[in-house]
Structure formats: C-alpha cells, structure tokens
C-alpha cells in the first residue's frame, strides 16, 4: 500500500489568511469596518508570549486592528474581569482572547464566561458550546475549526457513513471537534483515558483526531488502512544528542503506513488555530455590525 499524503496546514492556513485579508479588504471598502481582536496576556510564560505575538503579527498583516493588554501575572481576578467588561463594551473590539493557561492563583471559567459570547472569538463560552451541541449559529473554538477544514478538505464536507473516533474530551479540543464530526454526519466515538482498548476502537475509524497530550500514542497498528488522521497533539520531548523536539500524539512514521492522510507535528494542525482565530473575528465582526458574513 502507498504512502499517505501529508496534509499541509502550513498552506492551507497561509491560504486561509489570504481569504481573509481579503474579505478584510472588502469589508473595509464596503461598510467602513475593520474587524478588531484583543487578546490579553497575564504573566510571562514564554510559549504564551509567543503564541501572543503571532497572533499580533498575523491579525495586522490581515489588515485587522490589534490590541494588545499585558497585565502582571499579580493582577487580581477582579481585576482581569474589569478589563474583559471593558472589551466587552469597546466598539473596536469584535473578538476577545485571554491567553491560556493563566498563572495561579486566577481561575479560568470565570474570565471566560465573563466575555460577551458574541465576541468569544475562541469559542469556550458555554452559550457557544450550546450553540455547537445544538446546531445552532456560534463562535466556536479555533483548533477544532481549522481540523474540520483540514478534514473537509479531503473528504468533503459531508462525512455520512464514515466511522470517526476523537481521542480526548477536553472543552477545547475533543468535544467541540466531536461535536463538528457529527454535525457533519459522521458517526462519532469519543475515547479518553478510561476507555477499554483503545487500539481497536481506533482500528474501526476511518478519521481519527488524536487530542490527548500524550507524545506518539497512537500506534501505525491502531490505524484502518485508508483512514485520514488529525493529529492536535503538540508534546516537546528529548532529542537524541540533546535539545528537545516536537512530536504529535501519533507515532508519524508508522501511522504513514497505513493512512491514506495525515496531518504532520509540527506543519499539520498547528498552523490552523491562528487563522481561524482571525477567520472567527472577522465573522464576529460581521454579525455584530450585522453585515452578511462571508464564506471560507
Ligand atoms: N493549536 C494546536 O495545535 C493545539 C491547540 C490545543 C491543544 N493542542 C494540543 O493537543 C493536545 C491535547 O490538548 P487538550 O487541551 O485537549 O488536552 P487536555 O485538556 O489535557 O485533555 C487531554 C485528553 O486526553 C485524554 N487522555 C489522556 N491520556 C490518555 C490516554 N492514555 N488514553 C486516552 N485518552 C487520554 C484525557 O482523558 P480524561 O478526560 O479521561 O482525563 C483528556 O480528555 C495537547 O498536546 C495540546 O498541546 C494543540
């Protein structure tokens, strides 16, 4: 049997924030409207300062305003909710982000229930999660948006018949893509650590998406000859010699064997997230100025 295809996130997102530069471009021309994303950064994890300034760079070169709010990593809970009520009532700000995880003491689902669900560019507010469970119109989150696309990109966008298996239940990741899978008629497994021999659950699916934070899991044996395989997970682990190398939740060189696609770590999913955050903004912005949204 072949070898998989390799699906590239890299140039699908690279794709995906040309669109939307583009329909930036025209929303500005037509209505006057520069859709805007806050995100906010508490403390100074270095990984969360990056994915910070990415995000920056990516949402001006897509022709959108960028706020940026830096707050000390001794910023009270209090605190935090003032200024996410201030974005929630700023006209330029269409979508908010507050960067996970927030350092301790801080607790996470106050802050980000306390964002305006309109403006939940990440999708975790739980009238988005409701909205996803119960097919309704919503911001949903990034990553599992931008896997779909990947998905729908091969298969097309209606998955009736296909066997798929998600490994992990986080809000994050595992549920919402659970949720788009079967919206798009696939039939839906979703395994985590409590479930019983994972390998053959994973052996029936025809699309697996690894969300588990666990480096090379899924073995090529657990894999159906011919299924496409999404691999989320992003684990950084020693590198033979020294230093330090980033791998998925899915062993790559074996599961090429047998997938007929699959996504790469790093290149596959990765690279998704920020354009769909930007995708998500702009179709905020669109609904709040209530302009029709355009299309991917
Ligand atoms: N932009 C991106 O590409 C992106 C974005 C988000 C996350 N990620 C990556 O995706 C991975 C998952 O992230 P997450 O936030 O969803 O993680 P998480 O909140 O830690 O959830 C992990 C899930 O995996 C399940 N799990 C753990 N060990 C398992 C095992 N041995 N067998 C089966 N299931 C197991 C857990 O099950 P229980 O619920 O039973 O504990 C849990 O549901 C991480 O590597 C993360 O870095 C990447």
Redesign the pocket.
Known sequence: MSEAAIIDGKAFAAGLRVKVARQVAALKAGHGLTPGLAVVLVGADPASEIYVRNKHAQTLEAGMNSFEFKRAADVTQDGLLGLVRELNADPRVHGILVQLPLPKPLVEQPITQAIDPDKDVDGLHVINAGRLASGLPGLFPC?PTGCMMLIEDRLGPDLSGKRAIV????N???KPIAQMLLRANATVTM?????DD?PAECRRADIVVA????PE?VRGGWIKHGAVVID????RIPRDGGGTRVVG?VCFAEAKERAAAITPVPGG??PM?IATLLHNTVIAACRQAGVEEPKV
């Not at 989320?232 to 684990?235: E, F, H, K, L, R």
């Open positions: 990553t490994l992990g239940r986080s994050l990741v595992g395994a985590h650590s409590r479930t994972l969300a588990v934070g666990k899991m989320v997970g992003i684990n939740d999913v990765g997230t």
